[in-house]
């Protein structure tokens, strides 16, 4: 036995034919220059190690373990959940903070849009009713215009505001004007004169105690706000 190599395991490992090193799978070995595959083995290693940092990392920042298993908050009513969107979530490795980050940016920049897009449409639908119950757009215009001067001298800007805010608030304001109804909001309201007894007496009115008309409540609580300025 020779002692000089006795310290030695490259002399001691046993080999196979062609100097192939014994357990080096046959993929990492160039049969060509019979030596070992260096690219092979380190793109294997990185993949490995790759593969090892994605779980722990992926553990840490609570990857779930399938797309179902997502907890998310929905922050809008339109914004549910659709399986297909956490599937797709889930292929492309996208964490819980990060799909939780896609919804909450969704109702932050695409619910306003959406809530702005809805408020055109309605306003325009609206318009469109108005068009219709006075003939014709010019009708309408014509009568916008007498509105706007009435209800400016007969009614409190808040309730002309309410009311004109939708078509059957306007066609009411144009009912109005047209019959000579008693104006809302003006010291006219309380029977020519404003006092308690007149703020007393519309009180009994049904819309006051059994109808609780927000509308009519505010001019009663005006009445008595300008008779007691300082209560």
Known sequence: MNRNNEGNLTEKAPSA????????????????????????????????????????????????????KYEVKFPHPLLDRDDEIFRRFFENGFTNEQAQLVYDLANERVIPVLDSLASDYEAERQLEKLKRFFGSEEKFNEVCRQLSVWAKGSLQPDIYDALASTADGV?????????????????????????????????????????KDASYIARITKGFEKLYPEK
């Open 17 to 68: 034919k062609n100097g192939k090193p014994a357990g080096l799978p046959d993929k990492f070995w160039d049969e060509n220059s019979g030596k070992i595959n260096l690219e092979a083995l380190l793109e294997d290693y990185n993949s490995m190690a790759s593969r090892d940092e994605n779980l722990i990392e992926s553990h840490n920042r609570r990857m779930p373990e399938s797309y179902d």
């Open 171 to 211: 066609i009411a304001l144009y009912k109005m004007m047209s019959s000579n109804e008693p104006t809302l909001g003006r010291e006219r309201d309380f029977g020519g004169e404003l006092n308690e007894e007149s703020l007393r007496k519309m009180m009994e009115d049904p819309r006051y105690w059994r109808d």
